[in-house]
């Protein structure tokens, strides 16, 4: 009964959450200036005013706001997101198709931000006055520092122009068939180099100097120095006994970023022209697609919902004292 009631007080929440970020999102995106009958207007090389009176009926954008948000919560129940100004497609189709492209870059870029950070930091915690700790402390705060788009537009200068390495462009290559197979495998894993490691720079600094912070905190408990005082080696000290517990606010402080990796995305996206969901979002902007932004907003936020659920699971998993609570 306890699960039960844990997990119905859980969706309860979700469900409260989700409608107040689509109703604060809908007001948002409508409030900004700017009109999608205008912007198709100007890209169509002009239009009557009777015809803009037309896309106005056929959009709803001649009702007033609260009708408007009445009828998109509408189909927002019936899972339904609406149909594209610009690309004239339903929403939910343009997600699906450039969520591929931005989950393999996201999860690659934390993936190795995390287990990197995580292994310098417990490298930089062993000896914490040493030349490396200091080294590594100097380069996770230059990480740290360094904006998503400056570090994305170096590493295009520096493997484009001066090492000439890796493709600083696109998913694949242009003769790509993208069918499949180990040949398009390997294509795409080196467009994505660039990419995931301009994300995953900035969140490599801080698990880094997280990771250092715990581990320290940790080597400092009685346990550790009752695990050394049994004649244990420092190798099982550190890794076996230590680690799991140093690594558990790194885990949390993953999983509670992860909408924060999702934006940093669009930056990158937009730089190496990856053809994901912040590239959508971005287009969707310029071009006031109301439809396209609120679906890839509300997407969004199912993801770090989801996200911090699962770091909770996580916890629960790596930590059995949380389990007993």
């Known amino acids: 009964m306890n699960v ?8 309860l929440q979700a469900f409260v959450l989700i409608a107040a970020v689509v109703v604060l999102n809908f007001v948002l995106v409508h409030a900004a200036p700017g009109d999608p009958v205008e912007t198709i ?3 169509s090389g002009g239009m009557t005013e009777a015809l803009k009176a037309e896309l106005r009926q056929s959009y709803g954008l001649d009702k007033p706001l609260p009708v408007q948000l009445g009828v998109y919560l509408g189909r927002v129940v019936r899972l339904d997101l609406g149909y594209s100004y610009y690309f004239n497609l339903p929403v939910s ?30 490298l930089s915690a062993r000896k914490p006055n040493g030349w490396l700790s200091q080294t590594i402390t100097v380069l996770s705060m230059v990480g740290f520092a360094a904006p998503v788009f400056w570090s994305g537009m170096m590493l295009v200068i520096l493997f484009a122009s001066v090492f000439p390495i890796f493709p600083v462009s696109d998913m694949r290559a242009v003769d790509s068939s993208g069918g499949g197979g180990w040949r398009d495998m390997l294509d795409v894993a080196h467009h994505l180099v660039l990419p995931s ?29 009752t695990a ?20 558990l606010p790194v885990i949390t ?16 996206e937009t730089v190496f022209n990856w053809p994901g969901l912040g590239r959508l979002a971005f287009e969707a902007v310029l071009r006031r697609d109301y439809p ?10 199912v993801v770090v ?21």
């Not at 989950?103 to 190795?112: A, E, K, P």
């Not at 420092?234 to 690594?247: G, I």
């Not at 992860?258 to 995305?265: I, P, R, Y």
């Open 41 to 43: 207007a100007g890209a």
């Open 228 to 247: 050394r005082a049994k004649g244990l080696a420092e190798r099982v000290v550190l890794y076996k006994h230590a680690l799991r517990n140093a690594v």
């Open 305 to 325: 919902l989801v996200m911090n659920q699962l770091t909770d699971l996580a916890y629960r998993l790596v930590d059995p004292r949380i389990k007993a609570r």
């Open 292 to 301: 396209t932004v609120l679906g890839v907003l509300l997407f969004a936020s």
């Open 253 to 268: 402080v993953l999983g509670l970023q992860f909408g924060n990796v999702m934006a940093g995305a669009i930056l990158v």
């Open 93 to 122: 189709g343009l997600i699906a198709e450039r969520v591929p492209a931005t989950l393999l870059l996201v999860l690659c870029s934390v993936l190795w931000a995390f287990l990197a950070g995580t292994a310098l930091g417990v």
């Open 4 to 11: 039960l009631r844990f997990i119905a007080g859980r969706l």
């Open 197 to 225: 490691v301009t994300l995953g720079l900035v969140y490599l600094a801080q698990y880094s100097r997280l990771a250092r912070a715990s581990m320290l905190e940790v080597l400092g408990s009685d346990f550790i120095r």
